[in-house]
């Protein structure tokens, strides 16, 4: 079965400094991957999508990025993070008619 | 634009009474929805799912039911147990994709 793997944990960053959160699946080829973030008070908004590597679609206009550099790594990062990126970031794994979570990242921007 | 809506930010049910979580949609392209349950600190895992083509799916306690006239769906939990108390979130995906789009949640808390 497949495994999602997401570090870290919890993250604690000053505003204005760069975000690297990265995710990796094991158990599973050519995935669909997925960041989600869910804010405080707020549903899970669908951030970024990739159906192969080098292929992300951006679902909302933001300060963050993503990048897909191997079939199961997928990687969330921003240049300069504002307080607004504070959040619980999911990394999810599609298949079939399911999206499987990662255990998530809080982030707190300070 | 919130696609699909969960009304209820929580609920409070007793022990071993049903709890009855709503989600409505606005996009009839929606085939097919799905219900995760969520933990503090934790991703969300998937509960049970309803296609399009059906009205009713049943997984032990668990039921969602699907109104495609009035674009809603519900979750039975019956009965209800203090493991269920967490948030609670209802998905649709549309088509081949499984992008999924998810409500805001539902905090279900079951009291012992």
């Known amino acids: 079965s497949q495994t999602i793997h997401q570090w870290p944990a919890t993250l604690v960053q000053p505003v204005g400094s760069p975000l690297s959160l990265e995710c990796t699946v094991e158990g599973t080829s050519n995935p669909n991957l997925y960041w989600y973030r869910q804010a405080a008070g707020r549903g899970l908004q669908l951030l970024f999508y990739?159906?192969?590597?080098?292929?992300i679609s951006s679902e909302v206009p933001q300060n963050l990025s993503a990048s897909r550099p191997q079939d199961r790594q997928f990687i969330l990062s921003s240049k300069k993070l504002l307080l607004s990126d504070s959040g619980f970031y999911l990394c999810?794994?599609?298949?079939?008619?399911?999206?499987?979570f990662g255990q998530g990242t809080r982030l707190t921007v300070v | 634009d919130q696609q699909v809506k969960q009304n209820s930010p929580s609920l409070s049910v007793q022990e071993g009474r049903i709890s009855i979580l709503n989600c409505d949609y606005t996009n009839s392209m929606f085939d097919y929805f799905l219900w995760y349950k969520k933990y503090p600190a934790e991703g969300p895992t998937f509960l049970i799912s309803i296609s399009s083509i059906k009205d009713k799916n049943e997984d032990g306690r668990f039921t969602v039911f699907l109104n495609k006239s009035a674009k809603h769906l519900s979750l039975h939990i019956v009965p209800s147990q203090p493991g269920d108390s967490a948030v609670y979130f209802c998905?649709?995906?549309?088509?081949?994709?499984?992008?999924?789009?998810f409500g805001t949640g539902t905090l279900l808390a079951v009291q012992p």
């Open positions: 998905a649709a995906k549309r088509g081949a994709t499984n992008k999924l789009i």
């Open positions: 990739s159906v192969g590597i080098g292929q």
């Open positions: 999810a794994l599609g298949e079939n008619t399911e999206a499987f």
